[in-house]
């Protein structure tokens, strides 16, 4: 027995000698291959990610193997070829470069990102202002123009300042070891991915997902087996959610948070976000999202891998509450003066009724609405906000046409597309100047629209109906995009508001990750302003009528609304 244990310390020392020992403060790294899914599609393709220290659940990504994924989720996300990203290291310093010169340090004994100009690293080769948040394309295959035009003579950019993100202050390590220069995957996602191209990253310990949110039928992430987070996933999971949070919720000063960790110590909701249970975290976050936040532009998506798809919903705050009853108010009040729906377009007298409930468009390119002899020969629906706007521009414009009032009825609009908006805008005044204010990084943009509402590829006074005298209905429904339209037409002194102040929501929608795999929506730094002498002026607050309807019924009595339009002037 004592013969065979000197063996075995012979061999261990022998081996010792032969495998070098990790160094003082170094991590154990394994790399797998994992098999690479957009959304619910297996591409065919692998991602390589890393674990430390034998952690499974918490992936790690190397900084030459994200360029390839984080291009593909910009040409993937609609951009057009021109995304170049190249990688350059020295020591314990990387820089990744774009190819308009824009940069990202990633110090690692500093453990910050540091960028000259974080729109411009994140800005896509389409957008034509620092901020340009539309996804319009301005030309056909032969290079004419295809509905909306963007000015470069009248919009302008504001640009921020150099902006560093201290992971080190939240704790987040990254790591320089053995010629990898390694940062969690989900910081990577949060910072370089998600607030650009609207894609997440998704890892289930079986397969890394690339899509814009999970739903209950994705079948591949929640093949995976159920369970409770490791220690380290727990603990890094709520320190790069608060980091994110605190970075990227447009709304932060609005609700008076100084930081999210202190206010979910405040609400009693770290622990439960610092723990294993996963399905509790989740329920927490669901639980924050709806009652705390309650800001409407955010949302609780979908659960977590770890918690799988369960039945479980929290209760609606005061606001999403307040905005469903306002619109099942107007809905019925509606429906008992039009049964079969409200008509998209209705001619009573001398005043054109058009009715956009959302802002949606349904053609895979605006090219799609050319080449009709007529604009009413455009497939409609309800929902598509573009074919509505050019068959009523044909109606209203038509010889002889009797109109001389446009009423844009946003009673019942909760939001949509905004590059529809902008056509909207464009269409009643003669241009759209949208602007957007980065509460991240201080920038500022106005970009100015243009729309070929005629459809003759030219962009002049036949595109508008600014000679007419043009009303606007609103209500706390009008909400998003539906209470963008009327504060642009606010300010702009062209367009007179009816009905009741608008119900707010000023920022672009963000959809976001936890580390455990939770998806959810944010109000983004993006958020939709208005310019007047020279300043933006945020719409959160919704606008205010110039002529109050004091009850629902009355937006829908078209004959009484047209002599009141009829006897204002």
Not at 38 to 60: I, Q
Not at 202 to 222: D, H, R, V
Not at 427 to 455: E, P
Request: aromatic residues 12%; charged residues 20%; hydrophobic residues 40%.
């Amino acid at each position: 027995m004592k013969k065979l244990t000197a063996a075995l310390l012979t061999l261990a020392l022998l081996l010792s000698l032969c495998v070098p020992a990790l160094a003082e403060g170094a991590h154990e790294i394994v790399g797998r291959e994992l098999p690479l899914y957009l959304s619910t599609e297996d591409t065919g393709e692998t991602m390589k990610l890393y674990f430390l220290d034998g952690v499974d659940d918490l992936p790690w990504v190397e900084l030459n193997d994200w360029i390839e994924l984080l291009t593909q989720a910009y040409t993937k996300g609609g951009a057009e070829p021109g995304y170049e990203l190249t990688l350059a290291t020295a020591g314990p310093v990387a820089c990744y470069t774009r190819e308009n010169g824009f940069t990202m340090v990633i110090d690692f004994d500093e453990n910050t990102f540091r960028f000259m100009d974080y729109n411009m690293f994140m800005k896509t080769p389409t957008m034509s202002t620092l901020l340009d948040f539309t996804s319009i394309g301005c030309f056909n295959e032969a290079g004419e123009p295809a509905l909306m035009k963007k000015s470069d003579d009248y919009s302008f950019d504001r640009y921020g300042d150099e902006l560093t993100v201290r992971l080190g202050d939240y704790n987040i390590d990254i790591v320089n070891q053995d010629g990898l220069y390694l940062v969690p995957l989900q910081t990577m996602a949060d910072f370089t991915m998600a607030p650009s191209t609207g894609f997440n990253t998704f890892f289930n310990g079986q397969c890394l997902i690339l899509a814009s949110g999970i739903t209950k039928n994705n079948e591949a992430y929640y093949a995976a087996p159920t369970g409770r987070r490791s220690a380290a996933l727990a603990e890094y999971g709520y320190n790069e959610l608060c980091l994110a949070l605190d970075s990227l919720y447009g709304l932060k000063n609005v609700h008076e948070i100084e930081s999210f960790d202190q206010v979910f110590h405040q609400i009693g909701f770290d622990e439960a976000l610092r723990g294993t249970d996963a399905e509790m975290a989740d329920k927490v976050l669901f639980n924050f999202i709806n009652q705390y936040l309650d800001d409407l532009h955010s949302g609780f998506a979908a659960f977590s891998y770890l918690t799988g798809p369960i039945d479980y919903r929290a209760d609606s705050g005061p606001a999403l509450a307040n905005l469903v009853e306002h619109r099942n108010t107007h809905m019925q009040a509606r429906a008992e003066r039009y049964p079969d729906g409200a008509p998209t377009y209705e001619e009573v007298g001398n005043t054109a009724y058009i009715t956009f409930d959302h802002f949606e468009v349904h053609a895979d390119s605006y090219e799609d609405y050319y080449g009709y002899d007529s604009a009413q020969d455009i497939p409609l629906d309800d929902s598509d906000t573009i074919a509505m706007i050019l068959r009523a521009h044909e109606q209203i414009t038509r010889e002889n046409s009797p109109i001389e009032n446009v009423v844009i009825d946003l009673s019942c609009n909760t939001g949509g597309v905004v590059d529809t908006a902008a056509c909207l805008i464009a269409w009643c005044l003669g241009k759209a100047s949208i602007s957007l204010k980065d509460t991240f990084t201080g920038a500022m943009a106005n970009t100015d629209y243009w729309a070929d509402v005629n459809l003759d590829r030219e962009f002049d006074e036949r595109d508008t109906i600014a000679d007419k005298n043009i009303y606007c209905l609103i209500s706390p429904v009008s909400f998003s995009c539906g209470n963008l339209v009327p504060n642009v037409f606010k300010q702009s002194g062209k367009v007179t508001l009816m009905g009741r102040t608008s119900g707010g929501g000023s920022c672009v929608v963000q959809n976001l990750s936890t580390a455990w795999g939770t998806s959810f929506n944010i109000s983004a730094p993006q958020r939709m302003s208005f310019m007047k002498n020279g300043s933006l002026y945020d719409i959160d607050r919704g606008a205010d009528p110039d002529y109050t309807i004091s009850t629902p019924a009355k937006y829908y009595d078209r004959a009484a609304l047209t002599d009141y339009i009829n006897s204002l002037y």
